[in-house]
């Protein structure tokens, strides 16, 4: 196999484990890195493996790729991948992810059931922005979710919403998030957004500390096209794609919504989406046991 590997900047305590990956990887198969991570393995002195440089041009001829890192490494690797459909497997070296699943302990483990193909796909939704400027370079698509925030100023901002043409609502807040099912654990949560089970065919819609309290996520089918104008003291906002992030002015036009292509999680043998949850979340858990 051609497998490509991203990975975000590492320690000494977990260079070992970069280490080890890269020769259990490389004994059978071809290696290509991501640029930033091929500069983080200079930079930890990890050379003398054979490897190649992955571009997104090339992106095309690899049969899989790995992340290291966290949820944040593994959305890097879906802008990187766009809609070319590469299979993704996230290694956490970390703390348990949402996406990046598979615990470093693990990783000879999954290993062995990636290369026996004791694995299946996970098929996740993605956002789709479309704007009036040109922003973020054509990549204007997001796993998690879009963000629409106030800049430059404390003062809140008014998001208008219309889904399919139709008013939804004025939300006076510090900003809205649209999230996917698989955003719903993220950014949305901390807002009070509800946990929706990827592969519910729902967007969510929450709203970032509103003024009106009873203003309240709302959830929406996934096949509906969201669009957004907004307003606010400054003439300058934030949108965010998942991690990354542009300034716009007040005379944007946004729609959202899926894209035409989904983003194709390694599910290995033995993952369960609900175990994850609780184990993340701390479902469960009693401090008084």
């Known amino acids: 196999m051609h497998i490509g590997v991203h990975g975000k900047q590492f320690g000494a305590d977990t260079t070992g484990f970069i280490r080890h990956v890269l020769g259990r990887v490389g004994k059978n198969h071809q290696i290509s890195v991501s640029p930033s991570f091929e500069e983080h393995l200079r930079e930890g002195k990890l050379t003398g493996y054979s490897f190649e440089t992955f571009h997104a041009e090339d992106v095309g001829s690899l049969d899989l790729v790995m992340t290291l890192g966290g949820d944040g490494t593994l959305l890097e690797a879906v802008t990187q991948i766009g809609d070319k459909g590469i299979p993704i ?12 699943t598979t615990a470093k302990e693990e990783f000879d483990q999954a290993f062995d059931h990636l290369e026996a193909g004791n694995y299946t796909y996970d098929e996740r939704t993605l956002l789709y922005l479309d704007a009036s400027q040109a922003i973020f370079d054509g990549l204007n698509f997001a796993l998690n979710d879009i963000a629409i925030l106030k800049k430059d100023t404390s003062s809140m901002i008014t998001v208008h919403a219309y889904i399919n043409g139709e ?6 807040a510090d900003g809205i998030i649209i999230s996917t099912p698989t955003g719903s ?21 929450t709203p970032v500390s509103p003024h009106n309290l009873t203003v309240r996520p709302i959830v ?11 307003e606010g003291r400054s ?19 946004l729609k959202v919504s899926q894209a035409k292509f989904r983003a194709k999680l390694i599910k290995l043998e033995g993952y369960n989406y609900f175990k994850t949850l609780r184990q993340k979340l701390n479902w469960g858990l009693d401090v008084r046991n």
């Open 185 to 205: 654990t993220g950014y949305s949560i901390s807002c009070g957004g509800p946990v929706v089970v990827p592969g519910s065919h729902n967007f969510i819609i």
């Open 89 to 100: 497997l996230g290694v956490n070296t970390g703390r348990l992810g949402f996406l990046a």
């Open 235 to 253: 003439n300058h906002f934030l949108i965010a794609l998942d991690s990354r992030y542009e300034t716009v002015d007040d005379t944007i036009r």
């Open 220 to 230: 929406v089918p996934d096949d509906s096209e969201l669009s957004f104008t907004i």
């Open 167 to 172: 008013f939804l609502n004025s939300y006076w």
